[in-house]
């Protein structure tokens, strides 16, 4: 068996209904304890894992960085651009984020930075369910009706920062560039395939890394440090779970910079005010942009590249088929 989600999200998560109401999680459980091996992605999951069976091992995620959408083709700006790039489950993660915007505008900094959102998407479905038969009917979701637009309207304080223009072109909601993007502090990126998501990466400077404290987050993988790395981005995350695994602090405690660092890791307790300093030591600290996305690179390329992975998958299998044998 091989899985890389925890099974039972909590109840803020989109399947957390389906999973349910089906028992899904219940038939996971079962088959962790009927496989001979699992296989999954981190040591943190792993321990997981455990509790029902012993025998599972950590392949993690891996990248071929001779995939076209992995190798970097930066665009440049004289803007410091924060992106987050991500899918249509981390409200709660990016809320983390609510007030950020509007702080560094209030003391000046917005002109220096554009936020980035990469991903925004209005495809799917609303269910509506009539209180007196309970027949269900599904129609398209309407723009407002979608996640994206509340990550939207965290990225821009509620469309508040941008321009008048900008606003007005944002709401309708057409999947078209901006001609004037570039001088705006927000940027929408539209969805992209599964084989180029990841040129999004190029639009950036640093990618942000939120994550809510639960069960659910804790036993993610890392590919959020894995796919920064490859395309040589700095990274502010949060100290928690899977960025625990690979992160160290750029900054040391009192602010003096470790050069040995490769991210900034924002611990939950100080989600209030650090993700505004963090961004805030990056504008006046640039020379640290370097620093972390040069030692980022440097890790994942030599842990995370698919042959390296995929070697190590090999003599697992090969080694569990001659255990089988004897």
């Not at 992209?192 to 809510?212: C, G, I, M, R």
Request: hydrophobic letters at 35%; one cysteine or more.
């Amino acid at each position: 068996m091989d899985i890389d989600d925890y099974w039972a999200p909590g109840n803020h998560h989109p399947a957390y209904l389906l999973i349910k109401n089906s028992g899904m999680d219940k038939k996971i459980e079962n088959n962790l304890r009927y496989s001979h091996n699992i296989t999954t992605t981190t040591p943190i999951f792993a321990k997981e894992i455990s509790k029902y069976n012993k025998n599972v091992f950590v392949l993690p995620n891996a990248i071929d960085e001779k995939e076209p959408q992995f190798i970097p083709t930066p665009v440049t700006s004289e803007k410091l651009r924060i992106g987050w790039l991500g899918g249509s489950s981390h409200l709660k993660d990016l809320e983390i984020l609510s007030g950020l915007v509007n702080r560094l505008k209030a003391d000046g900094l917005l002109d220096k930075l554009q936020f980035v959102l990469c991903g925004f998407d209005l495809r799917g479905t609303h269910t509506e369910i009539d209180k007196n038969t309970g027949q269900q009917r599904q129609r398209p979701i309407l723009p407002k009706e979608s996640v994206w637009y509340l990550y939207e309207k965290i990225f821009t304080d509620d469309y508040k920062t941008i321009s008048p223009e900008y606003r007005d072109f944002l709401l309708k909601f057409v999947q078209e560039e901006y001609k004037d993007v570039e001088n705006e502090p927000y940027r929408r990126v539209w969805t992209k395939h599964v084989s180029s998501y990841a040129t999004n990466y190029n639009l950036f400077d640093v990618s942000l890394a939120p994550l809510e404290e639960n069960v659910f987050n804790k036993n993610k993988s890392q590919l959020k440090v894995i796919e920064a790395g490859f395309h040589k981005k700095a990274l502010i995350a949060q100290n928690f779970g899977p960025y625990q695994i690979d992160l160290v602090n750029v900054f040391k405690s009192g602010g003096a910079i470790n050069e040995n660092g490769n991210a900034i890791l924002v611990d939950s307790n100080r989600n209030h005010s650090d993700w505004y300093k963090a961004i805030k030591r990056l504008i006046n600290n640039p020379e640290v942009i370097d620093i972390m996305k040069n030692n980022l690179s440097n890790l994942v390329k030599s842990t995370y590249s698919v042959d390296a992975v995929n070697e190590t998958r090999k003599n697992l299998y090969l080694s569990l088929l001659e255990k089988n044998k004897n």
